[in-house]
């Protein structure tokens, strides 16, 4: 039996083969790969465990008939002679006669059941497509170069820049949920044709996240169009970075001016001798909104009021 299998795109890419699941496919395939010289099968089961499909991929592959199966468990590829081409020399002829006896060829060269079958039916309708003017040795030379392309295609597809890569550390730095599209991979890709590399552009997405980030005004810049534009980005990638301050929250800064007050009031109570009359007009001066002994006395003395259950907020 052979040992290489083909595979025609006349079955493979048809919309009725790719609207298939995933996992009936990839078991057509396998069945491909281990049907005997003329396409027949004994062990679809086995093979169903091997790739770990189901059986209700099998039954979509006979539904949709890109197999033929018989009462005693064999199967056949429909379209084994499209996708084969076999010297007679090298042929091994099925083990199968009775149920290669049941088909014929249709005009696409497709096995179809006789369903007038007897059991003396002439098998001439069978014709070898090796006795045609196709050579094993030429569709090798073909396979061999769809190969080759195939690897060029994938060598290439290895080399082209990671885009996608750049897209998803702008996402992540600037909390934003920019889609990959083909306005951005021709930024991003024209960038990497002047020769800037990929840390080039997740240092200039740095440097401006630390400038735009927490602007509400510029944050809106932090986006593809402008920080990959070609009259910008190798100004942006030579910034010097300034450290950005903490953000800080408004209830964060009112807490620190409380603690500056309490502190300016403490700091002048204690310089007049502990005397509050005198430190009041040094203390009113500074925060008007002190403007009485009692609301000094809460912040000097808060747990004497805490337990009064009067002490006002922020005092």
Not at 226 to 237: A, I, N, P, V
Not at 272 to 296: C, F, R, S, V, W
Request: aromatic share 10%.
């Amino acid at each position: 039996m052979a040992q290489r299998r083909m595979f025609s795109k006349k079955i493979t890419n048809t919309d009725q083969f790719l609207d298939l699941p995933l996992s009936s496919q990839a078991l057509y395939f396998h069945l491909n790969m281990n049907a005997d010289d003329d396409g027949f099968l004994d062990n679809v089961k086995s093979i169903i465990r091997l790739v770990g499909a189901s059986n209700d991929d099998f039954k979509l592959l006979v539904a949709k008939q890109f197999v033929i199966t018989f009462k005693d468990g064999i199967t056949v590829i429909r379209d084994w002679r499209i996708h084969n081409y076999i010297q007679k020399d090298r042929h091994q002829p099925t083990l199968y006669k009775n149920e290669l006896n049941q088909l014929c060829l249709d005009s696409s060269n497709r096995y179809i059941k006789d369903a007038n079958h007897v059991s003396n039916l002439d098998t001439k309708c069978i014709q070898h497509v090796s006795t045609g003017k196709v050579r094993l040795g030429k569709v090798s030379e073909d396979i061999d170069k769809d190969s080759k392309k195939e690897k060029r295609s994938l060598a290439k597809a290895k080399q082209q820049f990671p885009w996608k890569t750049v897209i998803d550390y702008l996402n992540k730095k600037a909390n934003k949920h920019f889609r990959y599209t083909e306005t951005s991979k021709r930024l991003i890709i024209a960038r990497n044709k002047e020769k800037f590399s990929l840390d080039d552009m997740k240092k200039v997405i740095d440097n401006k996240c630390n400038d735009w980030l927490n602007d509400d005004k510029m944050n809106q810049y932090l986006r593809p169009a402008t920080l990959f534009q070609s009259k910008k980005f190798e100004g942006y990638l030579n910034e010097v970075v300034q450290p950005s301050e903490p953000h800080v929250s408004k209830q964060d800064e009112h807490k620190k001016q409380l603690r500056a007050r309490n502190k300016f009031v403490l700091y002048k109570y204690s310089e007049t001798g502990n005397n509050l009359d005198e430190a009041m007009p040094i203390i009113q001066a500074k925060y008007p909104e002190i403007n009485t002994p009692e609301k000094a006395l809460r912040i000097l003395f808060p747990e004497r009021y805490l337990r009064a259950g009067v002490v006002e907020v922020g005092y």
